[in-house]
T-cell receptor
Framework: GENVEQHPSTLSVQEGDSAVIKCTYS??????FPWYKQELGKGPQLIID?????GEKKDQRIAVTLNKTAKHFSLHITETQPEDSAVYFC??????????FGAGTRLFVKA | NAGVMQNPRHLVRRRGQEARLRCSPM?????VYWYRQLPEEGLKFMVY????????ESGMPKERFSAEFPKEGPSILRIQQVVRGDSAAYFC?????????????FGSGTRLTVV
């Protein structure tokens, strides 16, 4: 089955700097890659996603890139703000509806 | 649109009791997923259901755990004879029928504590 690895587990940046989170997946048939943000005490919230026929997608300060050959995908957050502090999860879906999540990255943005 | 509703938010059970967790999907969503999150860990897939059908339960322990999504009413995750290791946050998510390439909407979770 699908396996998703995520790095780093913890990331600390200064406000205004960029943050990059990287993930790899094992199943080359995976075709959908969402990213979720989870704040303390809340459920995960979808922040951006990318499909396998696209290499890059951007939404304001957030961008995702996908390298299908290497089975890598990454989340880039520019001009980080304290409210970006949260746990971020990458995920991958193969064919059907079941989604496998990475272990999460705890992002700290220092003011 | 109220989103995915989970209740209760917090549940305390003594070892050996039963825990029942409820999830009402978003309006128009017919697919429900349950995930478990241990403290400081990621989301582990448990089960995927459609109305009156279990589609994939590969992540659910074979004993003590069961799930259903009846024709009427919420999806229920049931844990019988709870043990301390069952303490975790349980999240429900839903997606529309055409949602193979769309993300999930998650509820706020039920935090189960077994004492």
């Amino acid at each position: 089955g699908e396996n998703v690895e995520q790095h780093p587990s913890t990331l600390s940046v200064q406000e205004g700097d960029s943050a990059v989170i990287k993930c790899t997946y094992s199943d080359s048939a995976s075709n959908y890659f969402p990213w979720y943000k989870q704040e303390l005490g809340k459920g995960p919230q979808l922040i951006i996603d990318i499909r396998s026929n696209v290499g890059e997608k951007k939404d304001q300060r957030i961008a995702v890139t996908l390298n299908k050959t290497a089975k890598h995908f990454s989340l880039h957050i520019t001009e980080t703000q304290p409210e970006d502090s949260a746990v971020y999860f990458c995920a991958a879906r193969t064919g059907g509806f079941k989604t496998i999540f990475g272990a999460g990255t705890r992002l700290f943005v220092k003011a | 649109n109220a989103g995915v509703m989970q209740n209760p938010r917090h549940l305390v059970r003594r070892r050996g009791q039963e825990a029942r967790l409820r999830c009402s999907p978003m309006k128009g969503h017919s697919h429900v997923y349950w995930y478990r999150q241990l403290p400081e860990e990621g989301l582990k897939f448990m089960v995927y259901l459609q109305k009156e059908n279990i589609i994939d339960e590969s992540g659910m322990p074979k004993e003590r755990f069961s799930a259903e999504f009846p024709k009427e009413g919420p999806s229920i995750l049931r844990i019988q004879q709870v043990v301390r290791g069952d303490s975790a946050a349980y999240f429900c998510a839903s997606s529309p029928p055409s949602g193979q390439l769309y993300g999930y909407t998650f509820g706020s979770g039920t935090r189960l504590t077994v004492v």
